[in-house]
């Protein structure tokens, strides 16, 4: 089943398939499940090359990508719970049914926790997962299950932004502190989420995605 799925999930353009054991976590976080899946699909490099030439807030791509990627997570879980075992995707709709805490806008297990537990990134000065590969480019979802895959859990990446303030100085409303991650760290150090505009500045902008725009050729 394992091989069959991966093998689906790549037909339908998902570059990041993680699969972690999350067993040594709450029961709130992990619901009582074993094992994490995180699928990622990335943004165009010719859609970060025209929000940064432009330097314009265009959603279309990444909410569509972001809807496909809970999409997938939900078609994911409904495959592993048809050969019998348990599966829930962390899909917004999942979750705002569930349990999406809409004060403090946090849940209990985040897609990014799942990132970092499989070795992906780290955590930027933007308060979004960083990839050497794809820079902040990637729309993710994930689903928890008790199915046996195998699993492959890495050290916690330690941010590699260095010296960089792109995000925080390019931050419109200014609400990106500049603060360095580090484990247990309280997210409002990080970034008043409460005062974002949602403009994608610090994603598109960030030197890490800009890389990833240029490896393409783009520019
Ligand atoms: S999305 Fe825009 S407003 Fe929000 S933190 Fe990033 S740059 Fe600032
Ligand atoms: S823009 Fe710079 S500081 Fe911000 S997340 Fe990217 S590398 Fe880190």
New binding site residues.
Partial sequence: MFNELISELKNRNVSIIKVVDVSMLTAKENRGYNIAILIGITLSPSYILRLSAENITDHSEFGDKEHRADELAEWVAGSISARGYHAFAQSERNLINDYFNVSTKTTPLPHKKIALMSGLGWI???N?L?TQEY??ALCLCTILTDAPFPTENAPVMS????D?????DICPPHV?H?TTWEPGMNRDLIVDVYHCEGCLK?LV?????QNYMRAYNFI
């Fill in positions: 930027g000065k933007n979004l960083v820079g902040c941010p590699m932004c260095g960089c303030s792109v995000c925080k990106i500049g610090c902008h960030c030197p890490w995605t």
